[in-house]
């Protein structure tokens, strides 16, 4: 069996991976890749196959599979290319979002139309569900199993069921203590594509009044290399860190009086492979420092899998603490770990410090199977690389209040606004999913609300000079912004109020009753018309 993920965020690998795990545990001889990184016409010759996909931006299928569905939109591939393949799909996504899971539709239908066989149906996960995306995941995996009874699976499935309260562990990789090598620094991992640049911080200026509820920062950067390239609509990537307030309470339960074996900031630490199709991230194949782990490794500001539970419930001795992780990790406690972990956003961090007897039995080995890495974040280019000699980011800085007395902030946001003058920082700079006219004559409709506007500046500023230098008549600009108050958010004001921008403005807090940019649209037929 063939296990394939679409992931742009590490979503959809963590849940392939916990479908390789099961597979481990139940005896099936699985193997596990991004789609990219696979030989798609071998598919040919598979028997099961199972994709994991999920949907990114205006419906557009993750960095790590574009090759591959390409060639699976082949006109001249055999309307029964795929006959002997069965295939199980499983789509991550948000329904609040117009193009819910299309990827994994769309990829259904492909495999469907090359003659291959459903051997269940789609999966469609929901992040806005109560339950997160285990009200399908859990449901939709056990499906899976049972499906797989036929081809001879009985025995293990019944162990599969008889582990679900009390799962066996699958260590992806041995880590092992050896103070006498040499550490490495960390590299960092943008994911699939993006050309990388070295950059330096030059200013990151608060944009909002101080009295405002949200801090927005315009974060500069100035390029340390020759031919910084980037168009109008492409995003920049960021690999965030921990906070050090966070990194300090963390290594302080590693080092703890309590702890048989202490570990240190300083502790180096040295990963090997244990299983073939589950290699050590390349950013770890190198030894480093515990502290440099955790510092740009390890996630600790994001809210557990439920597979930590697991995990922890594993290796703890003490009764009270097992019996509670047990029932946040099982279906039945689904809604109990939904009341203490996602609705309040309690962190790794913080669920660690809840549990300490845990703390004091962990070992290195577990802690890489319970803690998630790092995700890059993607930021639409607020600059225009013709009338700006830097990079601009425009960037809302998340911090929030739930039933937990310290604020919930977000970690990449809250990392980019304490950043100081002179830092520097490797970013990579990737084509977004906003796709500009290239002709200098028809006219453009932009709808930009809020930080939203920065790939719109982007493309305002270059398209006004570019014109300018051909000196060519300006074409038709048409811009609806909102946002709540006209002197408190009102990004790039000067720029978007120019003659040459036709701009319909939104403030919701600025009257008594909310305006927002969908009711300047609908109101304007008569001026599309005559634009058209």
Same mark, same amino acid.
């Given at each position: ?11 959809? #690998? ?21 789609? $990219? ?22 419906? /557009? ?57 459903? *051997? ?5 996960? /929901? ?6 995306? /285990? ?27 008889? *582990? ?35 950059? #330096? ?13 949200? /801090? ?17 609509? $492409? ?30 900031? @300083? ?55 097992? @019996? ?29 410090? @809840? ?5 004091? $039995?962990?070992?290195?080995?577990? *802690? ?19 009338? $700006? ?105 000067? @720029? *978007? ?24 649209a609908s109101s304007c037929a008569s001026f599309f018309n005559k634009v058209s």
């Amino acid at each position: 069996m063939i296990i394939l993920y679409g992931s742009e965020t590490g979503t959809a #690998q963590d849940v392939a991976e916990r479908i390789w795990r099961e597979s481990k545990l139940l005896g099936i001889d699985a193997s596990i890749k991004a789609m $990219d990184d696979y030989t798609i016409s071998n598919l040919i010759y598979e028997k099961i196959a199972i994709f994991v996909v999920s949907t990114t931006g205006q419906g /557009d299928t993750p960095f790590n599979m574009k090759k591959s569905w390409r060639f699976l939109l082949r006109k001249n591939l055999p309307s029964n290319s795929l006959l002997n393949l069965r295939f199980g799909v499983l789509g991550l996504g948000d329904s609040s979002f117009v193009y819910f899971n299309v990827v994994a539709k769309r990829l259904a239908k492909r495999l469907k139309g090359l003659s291959a066989k459903p *051997l269940c149906p789609i999966g469609l996960a /929901d992040d806005q569900h109560d339950l997160g995306q /285990d009200a399908v995941l859990v449901p939709w995996i056990n499906n899976l199993w049972e499906v797989l009874t036929s081809d001879g699976y009985q025995n293990n499935i019944s162990r599969m069921t008889r *582990l679900s309260s009390s799962p066996d562990l699958i260590l992806r990789w041995n880590a092992e203590i050896c103070q006498e090598m040499e550490s490495n620094p960390i590299k960092i991992n943008f994911g699939s594509g993006g050309k990388k640049y070295q950059v #330096q911080l030059i200013s990151n200026e608060r944009t909002t009044p101080k009295e405002h509820f949200q /801090d927005v920062r315009l974060i500069k950067f100035k390029s340390l290399e020759p031919n910084l390239e980037y168009y109008p609509g $492409d995003v920049a990537i960021v690999m965030p860190e921990n906070s050090v307030e966070n990194v300090e309470k963390f290594l302080s339960l590693l080092s703890s009086p309590n702890r048989e074996e202490k570990l240190f900031g @300083d502790t180096v630490i040295k990963l090997e492979n244990v299983y073939s199709e589950m290699p050590v991230p390349e950013a770890l194949q190198h030894p480093f420092t515990l502290y440099e782990c955790t510092k740009k490794f390890w996630d600790l500001n994001c809210s557990p899998r439920r597979y930590m539970f697991q995990v922890m419930a594993q290796v703890t001795d003490n009764e009270l603490e097992r @019996d509670k992780l047990l029932e946040l990790s099982s279906t039945e406690g689904q809604e109990e770990l939904f009341n203490y972990c996602y609705r309040p956003r309690r962190t790794v961090l913080e669920v660690l410090r @809840d549990f300490p007897h845990v703390m004091k $039995d962990i070992s290195l080995k577990h *802690l890489f199977e319970m803690l998630q890495p790092i995700r890059p974040r993607h930021f639409s280019i607020a600059s225009s690389p013709i009338a $700006d000699n830097d990079l601009q980011l425009l960037v809302a800085v998340v911090r929030y209040k739930t039933k937990l007395v310290a604020p919930r902030v977000g970690l990449c946001s809250t990392w980019l606004s304490s950043l100081y003058k002179g830092y520097q920082m490797e970013i990579a700079i990737r084509k977004g999913s906003l796709a500009f006219p290239v002709d200098s004559d028809t006219p453009v409709v932009m709808v930009g609300p809020g930080t939203g506007i920065a790939p719109f500046r982007s493309f305002i500023l270059t398209d006004l000079a570019l014109l300018k230098n051909l000196q060519k008549n300006q074409r038709e600009l048409i811009l609806f912004f909102g946002c709540r108050n006209m002197k408190a958010d009102f990004h790039f004001e000067n @720029d *978007l109020s120019r003659p040459e921008i036709t701009l319909f403005t939104a403030f919701s807090r600025d009257q008594p009753h909310k305006m927002k940019c969908q009711q300047h649209a609908s109101s304007c037929a008569s001026f599309f018309n005559k634009v058209s």
